[in-house]
Protein backbone atom coordinates (compact mmCIF):
# COMPACT_ATOMS: atom_id res chain seq x y z
CA UNK A 1 0.00 0.00 0.00
CA UNK A 2 1.33 3.67 -0.53
CA UNK A 3 1.32 5.93 1.68
CA UNK A 4 -0.14 9.38 0.84
CA UNK A 5 -2.03 10.08 3.95
CA UNK A 6 -3.79 8.43 6.64
CA UNK A 7 -6.87 7.41 5.38
CA UNK A 8 -10.46 6.84 6.32
CA UNK A 9 -11.47 2.91 7.18
CA UNK A 10 -13.60 0.89 5.69
CA UNK A 11 -14.85 -2.58 6.54
CA UNK A 12 -15.47 -4.82 3.38
CA UNK A 13 -19.18 -7.24 3.65
CA UNK A 14 -18.42 -10.76 2.31
CA UNK A 15 -20.83 -10.23 0.00
CA UNK A 16 -18.65 -7.17 -1.86
CA UNK A 17 -15.32 -9.91 -1.83
CA UNK A 18 -17.86 -11.70 -3.59
CA UNK A 19 -17.87 -10.27 -7.18
CA UNK A 20 -14.30 -10.55 -8.18
CA UNK A 21 -14.50 -7.39 -10.66
CA UNK A 22 -15.66 -5.58 -7.31
CA UNK A 23 -13.27 -6.97 -5.17
CA UNK A 24 -10.55 -6.71 -7.59
CA UNK A 25 -11.40 -2.49 -7.70
CA UNK A 26 -12.15 -2.42 -3.96
CA UNK A 27 -8.91 -3.86 -3.11
CA UNK A 28 -6.74 -1.98 -6.04
CA UNK A 29 -7.80 1.28 -4.20
CA UNK A 30 -6.87 -0.10 -0.76
CA UNK A 31 -3.63 -0.95 -2.43
CA UNK A 32 -3.56 2.87 -4.29
CA UNK A 33 -4.06 4.39 -0.49
CA UNK A 34 -7.45 5.52 -1.15
CA UNK A 35 -8.76 4.08 1.92
CA UNK A 36 -7.91 1.79 4.59
CA UNK A 37 -9.77 -1.66 4.05
CA UNK A 38 -10.56 -4.14 6.83
CA UNK A 39 -12.59 -7.64 7.60
CA UNK A 40 -12.49 -9.94 10.53
CA UNK A 41 -11.65 -13.84 9.99
CA UNK A 42 -15.56 -14.60 10.09
CA UNK A 43 -16.11 -12.20 7.02
CA UNK A 44 -13.25 -14.15 4.90
CA UNK A 45 -14.90 -17.24 6.26
CA UNK A 46 -17.99 -16.30 4.71
CA UNK A 47 -17.13 -15.32 1.68
CA UNK A 48 -15.10 -18.12 1.18
CA UNK A 49 -17.89 -20.20 1.85
CA UNK A 50 -20.19 -18.43 -0.22
CA UNK A 51 -18.00 -19.72 -3.26
CA UNK A 52 -17.00 -22.87 -2.85
CA UNK A 53 -21.24 -23.73 -1.86
CA UNK A 54 -21.41 -22.73 -5.67
CA UNK A 55 -17.69 -23.60 -7.10
CA UNK A 56 -16.29 -26.16 -4.55
CA UNK A 57 -13.74 -27.03 -7.36
CA UNK A 58 -12.13 -24.00 -6.73
CA UNK A 59 -10.71 -24.46 -3.02
CA UNK A 60 -7.04 -24.20 -3.56
CA UNK A 61 -7.90 -21.02 -5.91
CA UNK A 62 -10.30 -19.20 -2.78
CA UNK A 63 -7.08 -20.36 -0.32
CA UNK A 64 -4.24 -18.76 -2.83
CA UNK A 65 -6.97 -15.35 -2.89
CA UNK A 66 -6.80 -15.71 0.88
CA UNK A 67 -3.12 -15.74 1.69
CA UNK A 68 -2.25 -12.96 -1.09
CA UNK A 69 -4.84 -10.55 0.70
CA UNK A 70 -3.30 -11.57 4.15
CA UNK A 71 0.49 -10.92 2.58
CA UNK A 72 -0.34 -7.68 0.82
CA UNK A 73 -2.88 -5.95 3.66
CA UNK A 74 -1.46 -7.71 6.98
CA UNK A 75 -3.26 -4.89 8.73
CA UNK A 76 -6.96 -5.76 7.13
CA UNK A 77 -7.90 -8.56 9.54
CA UNK A 78 -9.47 -7.79 12.88
CA UNK A 79 -9.64 -10.08 15.05
CA UNK A 80 -11.31 -8.16 18.33
CA UNK A 81 -14.85 -7.56 18.66
CA UNK A 82 -16.20 -10.25 19.55
CA UNK A 83 -17.27 -8.78 22.83
CA UNK A 84 -19.24 -6.94 21.44
CA UNK A 85 -21.38 -8.63 19.62
CA UNK A 86 -24.29 -9.72 22.24
CA UNK A 87 -24.77 -6.12 22.69
CA UNK A 88 -25.57 -5.07 18.74
CA UNK A 89 -28.75 -5.27 17.21
CA UNK A 90 -29.72 -5.50 13.52
CA UNK A 91 -32.53 -6.48 11.22
CA UNK A 92 -30.50 -10.24 10.84
CA UNK A 93 -28.55 -10.93 13.84
CA UNK A 94 -26.01 -12.99 11.87
CA UNK A 95 -24.46 -9.41 10.85
CA UNK A 96 -23.74 -8.37 14.29
CA UNK A 97 -19.88 -9.19 13.53
CA UNK A 98 -19.68 -7.22 10.98
CA UNK A 99 -20.47 -4.17 12.93
CA UNK A 100 -18.63 -5.35 15.86
CA UNK A 101 -15.66 -5.32 13.12
CA UNK A 102 -16.19 -1.78 12.39
CA UNK A 103 -16.41 -0.67 15.80
CA UNK A 104 -13.42 -2.15 16.49
CA UNK A 105 -11.83 -0.81 13.88
CA UNK A 106 -12.71 2.65 14.08
CA UNK A 107 -14.24 2.11 10.74
CA UNK A 108 -16.45 5.19 9.20
CA UNK A 109 -18.23 2.47 6.62
CA UNK A 110 -19.33 -0.82 5.80
CA UNK A 111 -19.53 -1.32 2.24
CA UNK A 112 -21.87 -3.73 1.38
CA UNK A 113 -24.67 -5.01 -0.88
CA UNK A 114 -27.31 -4.92 2.10
CA UNK A 115 -27.93 -2.14 2.75
CA UNK A 116 -30.82 -2.53 4.34
CA UNK A 117 -29.85 -4.93 7.21
CA UNK A 118 -26.96 -1.92 8.53
CA UNK A 119 -30.09 0.96 9.26
CA UNK A 120 -28.77 4.40 9.90
CA UNK A 121 -30.44 4.43 13.14
CA UNK A 122 -28.32 1.45 14.34
CA UNK A 123 -25.14 2.51 13.00
CA UNK A 124 -25.21 6.34 13.26
CA UNK A 125 -24.21 6.16 17.29
CA UNK A 126 -21.02 4.93 16.24
CA UNK A 127 -20.19 7.20 13.58
CA UNK A 128 -20.86 4.41 10.84
CA UNK A 129 -23.02 4.66 7.58
CA UNK A 130 -23.37 1.62 5.34
CA UNK A 131 -22.77 2.38 1.54
CA UNK A 132 -23.09 -0.16 -1.60
CA UNK A 133 -19.55 -0.50 -3.15
CA UNK A 134 -20.54 1.12 -6.50
CA UNK A 135 -21.30 4.10 -4.57
CA UNK A 136 -18.54 3.59 -1.98
CA UNK A 137 -15.94 3.45 -4.98
CA UNK A 138 -17.61 6.35 -6.83
CA UNK A 139 -17.04 8.53 -4.28
CA UNK A 140 -13.77 7.86 -3.59
CA UNK A 141 -13.18 8.15 -7.46
CA UNK A 142 -14.74 11.83 -6.77
CA UNK A 143 -12.29 12.72 -3.60
CA UNK A 144 -8.78 11.18 -5.29
CA UNK A 145 -9.69 11.33 -9.46
CA UNK A 146 -6.13 11.08 -10.72
CA UNK A 147 -4.81 8.48 -8.03
CA UNK A 148 -8.35 5.98 -8.94
CA UNK A 149 -8.48 7.04 -12.53
CA UNK A 150 -4.80 5.54 -12.48
CA UNK A 151 -5.68 3.18 -10.30
CA UNK A 152 -8.67 1.92 -12.65
CA UNK A 153 -6.15 2.17 -15.64
CA UNK A 154 -4.01 -0.38 -14.42
CA UNK A 155 -6.64 -2.67 -13.64
CA UNK A 156 -8.12 -2.98 -17.37
CA UNK A 157 -4.20 -2.83 -17.97
CA UNK A 158 -3.45 -6.09 -15.64
CA UNK A 159 -6.09 -8.01 -17.14
CA UNK A 160 -4.68 -9.88 -20.30
CA UNK A 161 -7.32 -13.05 -20.79
CA UNK A 162 -8.87 -11.29 -22.42
CA UNK A 163 -7.87 -7.82 -22.81
CA UNK A 164 -9.90 -4.86 -22.72
CA UNK A 165 -10.21 -1.78 -24.58
CA UNK A 166 -11.63 1.24 -22.56
CA UNK A 167 -15.04 0.48 -23.67
CA UNK A 168 -15.10 -3.15 -23.12
CA UNK A 169 -13.75 -2.36 -19.81
CA UNK A 170 -16.43 0.61 -18.87
CA UNK A 171 -19.32 -2.08 -20.62
CA UNK A 172 -17.76 -5.19 -17.89
CA UNK A 173 -18.02 -2.85 -14.90
CA UNK A 174 -21.23 -1.68 -15.55
CA UNK A 175 -22.15 -5.61 -15.91
CA UNK A 176 -20.75 -6.89 -13.14
CA UNK A 177 -22.59 -4.32 -10.97
CA UNK A 178 -20.49 -0.76 -10.82
CA UNK A 179 -22.05 1.37 -13.24
CA UNK A 180 -21.46 4.69 -11.68
CA UNK A 181 -17.98 3.83 -11.18
CA UNK A 182 -18.17 2.91 -14.93
CA UNK A 183 -20.13 5.74 -15.79
CA UNK A 184 -17.26 8.64 -14.62
CA UNK A 185 -14.68 6.33 -16.52
CA UNK A 186 -16.79 6.69 -19.77
CA UNK A 187 -16.16 10.57 -19.02
CA UNK A 188 -12.38 9.69 -18.71
CA UNK A 189 -12.00 7.03 -21.27
CA UNK A 190 -9.33 8.67 -23.17
CA UNK A 191 -6.74 8.35 -20.02
CA UNK A 192 -8.05 4.57 -19.21
Known sequence: MRSIADRFVVVLDANVLYPF?????????????????????????????????????????????LEAMA???????????????????????????VLATAIVAGAEHIVTENLKDFPD????????????????????????????LSTMRAMRLDYENPPFTPSEFIFDLQAKGLPKLASLLKANIETL
Open 121 to 148: DVLSPYGLSAISPDDFLTSTFELYPADA
Open 71 to 97: QAFPEACVTAGAYLIPSLTLPDPDDCH
Open 21 to 65: RVRDALLRFTEAGLFRTRWSPKILDEWKGSLLKRRPDLEESINQQ
